[in-house]
């Protein structure tokens, strides 16, 4: 690109790189100045309805004219190259300014100031920005503050998951409502403004983690980390505006952007000003990384267990143990919420109940500037064999003749729920069936009782968009029921994607009897994505392949007899009816093994 010409803009050097666009400085000669060329990636330009919709954007932003919103000049499409003409500007970013540390307050209000103002000028011309962050937010060198990038990621958001999940934006700066499928709006813009806030004050942002839908989970449902925990003597008037801009529900924000503005520069008027213009004048205490764990799947505590029973008239309630770490949460992914459930199977109810994992707690790891959460096993409970994922090529046995099938189309409508809403239900979507379960910590299976399965081959893709800590989805087998309604043995074969791992549990009333779990290497499983998952059952041998790479070889032999088959959920300890868990499931195929 370098030496090349758009549109008359020689292209001199680059100067940014994003996961939306790369940014060059370029020289116009008819007009004898500089330019920043903001070039959007070439395979956009393959998608028949980009051109339009980037010309659409492209008109509406260049004719914001703020004096705080980095001026566009030019658009244009070149060679499939799609580029974006702005001021270019000498200087830095918001984002190198706060890795020196927290700003003084001062300073802060200042930018924050100008920020909300561009922000609510454009709110009332119906622009959302919906990528709102310190790295969109140039800084000349009289300290004046241009947000830029308005409009890039509407442009891209039909063509490009930015966060691996069908979601538009940056997750860190991400309004918790955008993780359930609202549409991005002011005060989703006004949210991601209070994080920087946020960062510009204590020198972090309030949640971090491996992955982006880990981090936009903990938006939509850990505490946020009070300021004055981590800065002691930040003033508490400061903390006021910055909790009402972080507020989880959308209603009990601010009216606009500058009124965030306003109540901040409020509180700072009051302060002394020793306190207000010296950042090192607030006590400092160390920062602290969030991190979410995931509890390991043992028994709870006999309270929990007590009030398991009470909510489930006369279904026994017996612990679960389907083999799970501590991990910080691993994902990417992040999908709707807002959905209806899918259940296939039985005419007849089997529930199948087992209380689950321990609350989520939060244990703070003390490091000097912030990190990435790192992924920290947790000693493997006893009776549980964790193994690693075996390093050698193994190609998968043929099938043999198809027993099974089920592609989960209204029409073919063989999947019926087995449950009341209350826990699960289900609804067919273009892409395949999906399993919803709002009850936590238990196994919520979906039956096929029209065959029964010895040996044999099985394979089916799974997507958990959004999975919760703690939350299992995957195969059942030789599997049957008690006259009382209840399983009394069974195989689960579990994919757990935020600690990206496989396991196989056998259950024999009234307790689980195997737990082995394999880790699987990095990037393997697809964790807010579509996996395809393969198991061949042979005897006691259980050959386990996750997007045709070969993760697993767990052998026992405690069930052995046939018996049915089906899919299930096993929802995180925080679902409930208004925040449900589920996976979609699609192509499910039953061969037998070829002779």
């Excluded at 309604?485 to 196989?504: F, I, K, N, Q, T």
Aim: charged share 20%; glycine share 8%.
């Amino acid at each position: 690109m370098i030496g090349t010409t758009l549109g008359g803009y020689r292209i001199i050097e680059q100067v940014g790189m994003g996961g939306m666009a790369t940014v060059y400085k370029a020289y116009h000669a008819a007009m004898d100045r500089y330019v920043a060329v903001k070039v959007l990636p070439a395979h956009f330009a393959q998608d028949p309805t980009f051109t339009m919709r980037f010309q659409r954007e492209a008109r509406l932003i260049a004719n914001l004219e703020h004096r705080h919103i980095l001026p566009v000049y030019d658009y244009g499409e070149q060679d499939n190259v799609t580029y974006l003409v702005m001021r270019y500007l000498d200087a830095g970013t918001l984002a190198d300014r706060i890795r020196k540390g927290p700003l003084p307050l001062a300073e802060a209000a200042d930018y924050l100031e100008q920020v909300a103002s561009a922000l609510d000028y454009a709110h009332g011309r119906d622009i959302v920005h919906r990528d709102v962050k310190p790295s969109n937010i140039l800084i000349d060198e009289t300290g004046g503050a241009f947000v830029s990038d308005f409009g890039i990621a509407r442009m891209v958001g039909g063509t490009s998951d930015l966060t691996g999940s069908g979601l538009i934006g940056t997750p860190t700066y991400m309004a918790p409502e955008l993780g359930h499928g609202v549409e991005a709006d002011a005060l989703s813009d006004q949210y991601a403004l209070g994080v920087m806030l946020y960062e510009m004050v204590i020198g972090r942002v309030p949640f971090a983690a491996e992955t982006p839908v880990a981090v936009l989970y903990m938006h939509m449902h850990s505490p946020l980390p009070l300021p004055h925990k981590i800065r002691p003597g930040l003033p508490e008037a400061i903390e006021a505006p910055i909790l009402k801009a972080l507020a989880k529900d959308p209603a009990d924000r601010f009216p606009s952007c500058e009124a965030v503005a306003g109540g901040f520069r409020q509180a700072v008027g009051v302060l002394p000003v020793e306190v207000v213009e010296h950042a090192e004048a607030i006590e400092e205490a160390p920062l602290p990384t969030p991190r979410t764990a995931i509890p390991s799947f043992d028994t709870i505590p006999e309270a929990a267990l007590d009030s398991a029973k009470s909510d489930v008239s006369g279904v026994p309630a017996a612990r679960r143990k389907i083999i799970a770490r501590v991990v910080a949460p691993a994902l990417i992914g992040v999908g709707l919420l807002f959905v209806t459930v899918i259940v296939l199977g039985l005419s007849r109810a089997w529930p199948i109940f087992g209380p689950g994992p321990p609350a989520i707690e939060e244990e703070p790891a003390i490091t000097e500037e912030p990190a990435i959460t790192e992924m920290v096993p947790e000693e493997t409970p006893a009776g549980d064999m964790e193994t690693e994922t075996p390093s050698i090529a193994v190609t998968p046995r043929p099938d043999g003749p198809l027993l099974f099938e089920d592609d989960f189309s209204a029409e073919t409508a063989i999947a019926q729920p087995l449950f009341s809403e209350d826990w699960m239900t289900f609804s067919y979507f273009a892409d395949g069936g999906r399993l919803t379960g709002s009850r936590p910590d238990y196994v919520l299976p979906v039956l096929y009782d029209e065959q029964s399965l010895g040996d044999f081959h099985v394979e089916f893709d799974l997507q958990a968009p959004l999975a919760m800590p703690g939350s299992t989805y995957g195969f059942l087998f030789r599997s049957e029921g008690a006259a009382d309604g209840r399983l009394d043995w069974y195989y689960a074969l579990g994919l757990h994607p935020l600690e990206e791992s496989v396991s196989l549990a056998a259950w024999q009333h009234p307790d689980w009897v195997v737990d082995e779990r394999t880790r699987l290497p990095s990037g393997v499983l697809k964790v807010a994505g579509r996996n395809h998952v393969r198991m061949e059952a042979l005897g006691g041998q259980f050959r386990v392949f996750v997007n045709e790479l070969f993760v697993a070889d767990f052998a026992d032999d405690t069930l052995t007899e046939p018996g049915i088959f089906g899919l299930f959920i096993s929802p995180g300890p925080e679902a409930q009816p208004s925040n449900a868990d589920f996976v979609d499931f699609d192509n499910l195929r039953v061969y037998t093994p070829a002779e």
